[in-house]
């Protein structure tokens, strides 16, 4: 007896769902009997206590047990355990509706990679959704996705998405939480995937408590995750701006005071400016280290390539000797100055003329000691470990 081929599965997370997942298995396998759709629905269950697995089964759905806790663990599992060759995930507490999922499934079939619903175009029920959520949370992120990642989604956190199981399982997603979401729709971005979305709707959903998400800690994860996959525009670049103007402004007005038009520059300026210097630096070593640190822990992160030239020079032994180079600078310039005060019978010292000698040399020693401690931080993220090694299937040969 051949076995059929499955098409479909409908996938749903579950902890604690006992309240609407069986109306939500219902409806789902209405849908499949109603489309002729071979499919089934699958339930991720991320150890529920409240007799969820019971009821599903019952309801005629597979489950699997995802022991790992998470919004995003359950996900993944489900994923890696789902027999269709097309999976259309939503959550288990009936706001959405999965008796049509017709438009999904479409554009699955035309060739997408993911299908993302999105809740402003299709509508969004009287209460269904927190103001916060709705005017501030959403907006905001999905505006954020949208500029960082060039991203045609406007609606990054919809619940109810379709995808071809394969190609989002070859982006390896593997954060575990409601980031989840997001690092959906940004990998499959960057990995030039066919990205599309549809209208669908939400309802206030049909439990009594309170859902799983947190709005602040969950908002927050969110863009903790966008910050991490954006580090050039938020750090690298702005961070070189800093660091040219600050440099460049400070050894300027070593030779004496300036003036732009009618604003006037001197010894205060040229202090404010090494500042700048100091934190574009800081931005540019942050967005290295996010980035090296990023991949390290999985995160397939674009590369372009300037930073994988940059990356493999960046050794703790390159980032020393860099440092030490401009602390050394920096040095010389603090002796010159100790040789003329000394030369002066250690008298006093015109402020403005030693102050405008000591802030480049301060600055080229600060520079030099943050560049030294930004190499032993490299270290120890280079150091092997199991954990990191088992994960991605490496020895620590």
Request: glycine share 12%; net charge neutral; proline share 5%.
């Amino acid at each position: 007896m051949t076995i059929p081929h499955t098409e479909l599965t409908i996938l749903m997370p579950c902890l604690n769902e006992a309240e609407t997942l069986a109306v939500c298995i219902d409806k789902a396998k209405g849908y499949l009997d109603r489309s002729g759709v071979n499919g089934e629905v699958l339930i991720a269950d991320n150890g529920s206590t409240d007799g969820s697995q019971e009821i599903a089964r019952s309801h005629g759905a597979r489950v699997v047990d995802v022991p790992v806790k998470g919004y995003g663990a359950a996900l993944i599992g489900g994923s890696e355990a789902a027999a269709g060759d097309y999976v259309i995930m939503g959550d288990a507490d009936d706001s959405y509706d999965f008796t049509s999922l017709d438009p999904f499934l479409e554009r699955l079939r035309a060739g997408d990679d993911l299908v993302m619903g999105n809740r402003f175009l299709g509508g969004i029920e009287p209460g269904a959704m927190p103001p916060l959520h709705k005017y501030l949370g959403n907006p905001v992120l999905t505006w954020i996705g949208r500029i960082l990642f060039r991203s045609p989604i406007r609606d990054f956190h919809c619940g109810l998405r379709g995808y071809n199981r394969q190609s989002i399982l070859d982006l390896e997603l593997c954060t575990t939480g409601m980031e989840y979401a997001s690092e959906m729709v940004v990998k499959s971005t960057l990995a030039g995937l066919r990205v599309s979305e549809v209208p669908t709707t939400l309802s206030k959903d049909g439990r009594s408590r309170p859902p799983h998400l947190r709005s602040w800690r969950d908002g927050w994860r969110h863009l903790r995750f966008l910050l991490i996959f954006s580090p050039n525009w938020l750090f690298l670049i702005p961070g070189l701006i800093a660091l040219v103007l600050g440099i460049g402004g400070s050894l300027a007005l070593l030779l004496g005071p300036a003036r732009i038009g009618p604003v006037g520059l001197d010894i205060a300026s040229q202090v404010y400016l090494a500042a700048l210097a100091t934190v574009g630096y800081q931005s540019i070593l942050f967005g290295v280290l996010t980035k090296l640190y990023a991949e390290r822990e999985g995160f397939r992160l674009p590369r372009g390539r300037n930073f994988t030239w940059l990356a493999k020079r960046m050794t703790l032994e390159a980032l020393a000797l860099v440092g030490f180079g401009l602390f050394l600078i920096g040095l010389i310039g603090l002796i010159i100055q100790l040789a003329a005060w000394g030369s002066q019978g250690y008298g006093p010292l015109d402020a403005a003329d030693t102050v405008r000698v000591a802030v480049p040399a301060a600055l080229m020693m600060i520079l030099g000691a943050q560049t030294i401690m930004a190499g032993l931080f490299l270290g120890i993220l280079t150091i092997p470990t199991r954990s990191v090694d088992v994960m991605r299937g490496r020895s620590n040969d």
